[in-house]
């Protein structure tokens, strides 16, 4: 759950960056003429400038040129920009309170969302480093009651990866139920990779299904089965499924795996006070049990700007979920989900980023594994009856 200090902080981030970033572009103009500013870059044969930098600046409209192009000419070309010939000093030390000159808020900001990108690097270097090691990807079911956000989680997830929102996965209109079949997004799809070679080949795959409904369960244990035994291939009409199950009727011929072998459960819930996730956990336990098989299960607590729950009942439902899934706290993660207005806003929530990034690469332990149990053929039961004291086998 953001706290409303962290709330402040973002928001106070994104204020300072846009009035810097007007606040700089206003200097520029005042100071330098959009050709003399091009003569020196170019004089200078674009020292610290990318090929879009250079487009941007020739273009001659300061309004474009973004916070970090700004930071790259003042840093940089500041003794051409500035009549006096200063320039910007760009220090990797934080300044002192009472340092109150643009150049010192401007080392404060770049400082400060340096620290937090090199934070946001190594969560993803932990992710790559343990997926590599698998030389797999392993496939992540998302699982949970119908609209507690699992496509947006998805979407969240992917989006810190790629640093990019889109909607891989369709989320739900308000109240409507959206996901009917089984989207299976795989790091080849969600990264564009087109080479083997690529390390990044080995992040997870995601498996996204329709959602369950707590008064109705029997017909998603069945495709639970199906899906975690990769029975089911990516864009199985799940509603029809669900249909035909209802009316009773056994699939025909299903032996063959077509889709990937589930490897860890992600279950989601939208923690609320009139909601209880007991019912749904119980079943999903019932169906690895009947099925023999262990999978690491991980847990998200969904829409947690929702959330009317006091934090003691936060910790006892946590609780809850640790003793009926038999797993430690830190498999449990809170989130908010990014939506698309969050990503046209600007707004971008860096703390959140890494620890979903953490999370994920907690799940990707190698060591982390599924585990399909044998169980032993038996004879049919049989019944004995006692005839003057000694037991007979009765058939
Ligand atoms: N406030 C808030 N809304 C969210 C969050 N995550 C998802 N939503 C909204 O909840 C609704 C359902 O989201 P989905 O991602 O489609 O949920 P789902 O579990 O995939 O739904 P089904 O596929 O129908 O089972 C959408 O309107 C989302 O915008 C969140 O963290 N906070
Ligand atoms: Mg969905």
Avoid at 21 to 39: C, E, M, R, V
Avoid at 234 to 242: G, K
Avoid at 243 to 256: A, D, L, T, W
Wanted: net charge positive; glycine share 4%.
């Amino acid at each position: 759950m953001i706290t409303r200090n962290q709330e402040r902080r973002f928001r106070i981030d994104i204020a300072i960056r846009d009035v810097m970033t007007k606040t700089f572009q206003h200097f520029l103009a005042k100071h330098i003429l959009p050709a003399d500013l091009i003569n020196e870059i170019e004089r200078r044969r674009h020292k610290h400038l990318s090929e879009e930098d250079k487009k941007t600046i020739q273009s001659g409209n300061f309004d474009k040129f973004d916070v970090t192009l700004l930071n790259k000419l003042f840093v940089n070309y500041g003794d051409i920009i500035f009549e006096n010939g200063l320039r910007i000093v760009c220090s990797k030390e934080m300044p002192y309170p009472n340092h109150v000159t643009v150049s010192d808020d401007f080392n404060r900001l770049r400082i400060y969302r340096n620290k937090r990108k090199k934070r946001i690097l190594t969560s993803i270097n932990n992710l790559t480093e343990n997926t590599k090691q698998m030389r797999k990807s392993k496939a992540l079911l998302i699982v949970g009651e119908y609209g507690v956000g699992k496509s947006s989680f998805v979407n969240t997830v992917l989006t810190a990866i790629t640093g990019i929102y889109h909607e891989h996965c369709q989320v739900a209109q308000a109240s409507s139920s959206k996901t009917n079949y089984l989207d299976v997004k795989c790091p080849a799809e969600y990264l564009k990779i087109t080479t083997d070679e690529d390390e990044k080949l080995w992040y997870p795959t995601f498996v996204d299904m329709v959602g369950m409904d707590k008064a109705n369960f029997a017909p998603f244990d069945i495709i639970l089965e199906y899906i975690l035994d990769g029975k089911l291939k990516p864009f199985t009409d799940l509603t029809d499924f669900c249909n035909n199950i209802k009316k009773g009727r056994k699939m025909v011929q299903m032996e063959k795996r077509e889709g990937p072998i589930v490897d860890a459960i992600v279950f989601l819930l939208a923690p609320k006070s009139e909601q209880n996730p007991t019912v749904l956990m119980e079943n999903i336990n019932i169906v690895l049990k009947r099925s023999a098989k262990e999978i690491p299960i991980f847990v998200v607590m969904t829409k947690m700007d929702e959330c009317d729950l006091a934090e003691e009942a936060i910790r006892d439902l946590k609780r809850k979920i640790c003793s009926s899934f038999v797993i430690n706290m830190d498999r449990i993660l809170e989130c908010v989900n990014y939506k698309r207005s969050d990503s046209q806003s600007g707004w971008w929530d860096n703390d959140a980023v890494e620890k979903v990034l953490n999370f994920l690469t907690s799940i990707c332990d190698p060591h982390l594994q599924r585990r399909d149990l044998i169980r032993m053929e038996f004879e049919k039961e049989t019944s004995f009856i006692h005839v003057d004291g000694e037991k007979v086998t009765y058939f």
